[in-house]
């Protein structure tokens, strides 16, 4: 059974820098299209950052957030820095149950695999 398993999420303030990270049994993260979405109350979920690959970046996120895995481990992150308000979301992390070249998707559709969010608050 694949299962992913985020963890990292809390509350920072403005400026701050947070690490989530995603474990996944079930299958290893070679040539899988991995992601990080977020998603606010009301809001529909946003492509954050997805790596296959290459590497996708949301416009809003460029220069402050990167996203990298680690095979070995199975687990892969997204290092958020310069926090502002606007990032306080529910984060999740994904992955493609296909093997996946090239430049990865941002479209929730092409992700089979979640794991089930972790809250990251920007706040003074």
């Known amino acids: 059974q694949v299962q992913l398993v985020e963890s990292g999420g809390g509350l920072v303030q403005p400026g701050g820098s947070l690490r989530l990270s995603c474990t996944v049994s079930g299958f290893t993260l070679d040539l899988r299209a991995l992601g990080w979405f977020r998603q606010a109350p009301g809001k529909g979920r946003e492509a954050v950052s997805c790596?296959?690959?290459?590497?996708h970046y949301a416009d809003s996120v460029k220069g402050r957030f990167a996203i990298s895995r680690d095979n070995a481990k199975n687990t892969f992150y997204l290092q958020m820095n310069s926090l502002n308000p606007d990032d306080t979301a529910v984060y999740y992390c994904?992955?493609?149950?296909?093997?996946?070249?090239?430049?990865?998707?941002?479209?929730?559709?092409?992700?089979?695999?979640w794991g089930q969010g972790t809250q990251v608050t920007v706040s003074s």
């Open positions: 790596i296959s690959t290459n590497i």
């Open positions: 994904a992955a493609s149950g296909r093997l996946w070249l090239g430049y990865p998707p941002t479209q929730i559709d092409e992700y089979d695999y």
